[in-house]
């Protein structure tokens, strides 16, 4: 039997009593973030408003997201990365079970020195998939777009992780899985947490 998303008080500023909120909204108030489904229209667009949200309210503090996802739409990805990047609040990336295809793309993004794996996470990269259907024309365009994905997500994975063009695109050719420690190693985060 689900028991739902557990209610904790809350005391807004300036009010005398606390009320019930739910568990993520009370997070969202500290700062804290969840990339932890698959990546799809609804949960990009919810993350992205309220780092938009966030770092309106006070840009100076930092911003706290926690992974654990099987990946999702590309271009979701590309615009939370995107927004992390827009920002003025520094975004701690912290994987906490699984960052997989896109979501790696998204933990890879954090602040440079922020970027955190728990000991048993595990880390998969790998190229973007099109799904095309109809005709010829179609296809193409498509298989183009899905190229020029490809290249601008590897141009990122190459800048940020200090690896080569070259490895990164052989490395995306297929599923790359990583443990933390080999996640370090490759530059896709910055440390191991209880190391």
């Known amino acids: 039997m689900p028991?739902?998303?557990?209610?904790v008080?809350?005391?807004?500023?300036?009010?005398?009593?606390?009320?019930w909120v739910d568990l993520f909204n009370r997070l969202y108030r500290d700062r804290v973030l969840f990339l932890?489904?698959?990546?799809?229209?609804e949960l990009a667009n919810q993350l992205i408003g309220i780092m938009l949200f966030l770092n309106g309210e006070e840009e100076s503090k930092g911003?706290?997201?926690y992974i654990n996802s099987p990946g999702g739409s590309v271009t979701c990805g590309i615009g939370v990365y995107d927004t992390?990047?827009?920002?003025?609040?520094?975004?701690?990336?912290?994987?906490?079970?699984?960052?997989?295809s896109v979501a790696s793309f998204v933990l890879m993004g954090g602040e440079i020195g922020k970027r955190i794996a728990f000991p048993n996470s595990r880390i998969m990269i790998h190229q973007p998939e099109g799904g095309?259907?109809?005709q010829a024309s179609?296809?193409?365009?498509?298989?183009?777009?899905?190229?020029?994905?490809r290249r601008d997500v590897a141009k990122a994975y190459a800048e940020r992780t200090g690896q080569s063009l070259a490895r990164i695109c052989r490395d995306m050719d297929r599923d790359h899985c990583m443990s933390a420690s080999e996640a370090k190693?490759?530059?896709?985060?910055?440390?191991?947490?209880l190391e």
């Open 63 to 65: 911003l706290f997201m």
């Open 138 to 149: 179609e296809i193409f365009f498509e298989a183009s777009e899905v190229a020029r994905i």
């Open 36 to 41: 932890c489904n698959e990546l799809k229209d």
């Open 132 to 134: 095309s259907q109809g």
């Open 9 to 19: 008080p809350f005391r807004i500023p300036g009010e005398p009593t606390a009320q």
């Open 185 to 193: 190693d490759y530059g896709l985060v910055d440390q191991v947490s």
């Open 3 to 7: 028991i739902g998303v557990p209610k």
């Open 84 to 100: 992390m990047h827009f920002i003025d609040a520094e975004v701690t990336t912290i994987c906490a079970g699984t960052a997989a």
